[in-house]
């Protein structure tokens, strides 16, 4: 049973591309979040998404950043105009729907450098 | 979800036990105590997690005081690899809670399991 899957492993950009990071969930989860790490901190909530859903945003930045799970296919974090400031690691949790008490499942995260 | 406090680094020797401490004093009567640990770049690592009773797995014990106002994450036996920063985390239980998986990641313990 495949773990959560994130690619790609590390990214880098220059500034004002777009980074897409890309998150599978293990299998029979339909419930992702989204965290990120910046160097030297601790980790942050961003989103919670489920099937075709947002649930909670409010850890989002309120521009460049949006994040996607489609019925099909995996969550994607897309950053538009990157700048210096968003390199971070970013990491990908899924989770079981319905569990009394829900764990995280996390994957080994996406490591986004710009230039 | 209640603040936790943690110390901001222990150290153990291989093989031995390690009790990493955990203050949550302003806990609610439906918040569970979760642990989970970072291993250097790697995602968080779900450990265990309690109520009020004690509980035990393949990785770890938790120790919850009577009045549920501190913790203790126990490994058995230390390991090298177990060196990670090792989160204490308060948060509603329960499917559906208002914090489902958003969790709150405080600084944490580094651990670091020595020769």
């Known amino acids: 049973n495949a773990g959560v899957m994130q690619n790609p492993r590390h990214l880098v950009r220059r500034r004002g591309q777009e980074a897409r990071l890309r998150c599978s969930p293990m299998k029979g989860h339909s419930h992702v979040y989204w965290y990120r790490q910046l160097p030297e901190e601790g980790l942050k909530f961003m989103v919670y998404l489920q099937k075709e859903n947002i649930i909670d945003e409010s850890g989002m930045p309120k521009e460049r950043f949006s994040a996607e799970f489609p019925k099909e296919g995996p969550s994607i974090l897309r950053i538009q105009q990157v700048v210096r400031g968003d390199s971070a690691a970013y990491f990908c949790a899924s989770s079981f729907p319905g569990a009394t008490n829900e764990k995280l499942f996390f994957g080994s995260g996406t490591q986004l450098s710009v230039l | 979800d209640a603040k936790t406090t943690q110390p901001p680094s222990m150290d153990c020797a291989e093989g031995r036990a390690a009790n990493l401490p955990c203050n949550h004093s302003t806990i609610s009567g439906n918040e569970y105590v979760y642990w989970y640990r970072q291993i250097h770049s790697q995602g968080p690592q779900y450990i265990i997690h309690g109520l009020k009773n004690n509980e035990t797995n393949e990785m770890a014990s938790l120790i919850i005081t009577e009045d549920r106002k501190s913790s203790t994450l126990i490994l058995p036996h230390a390991t090298l690899r177990d060196t990670a920063v090792y989160y204490c985390?308060?948060?509603?239980?329960?499917?559906?809670?208002?914090?489902?998986?958003?969790?709150?990641f405080g600084q944490g313990t580094i651990l670091t399991v020595h020769p």
């Open positions: 985390i308060v948060r509603v239980g329960g499917a559906g809670g208002t914090s489902y998986g958003k969790l709150t």
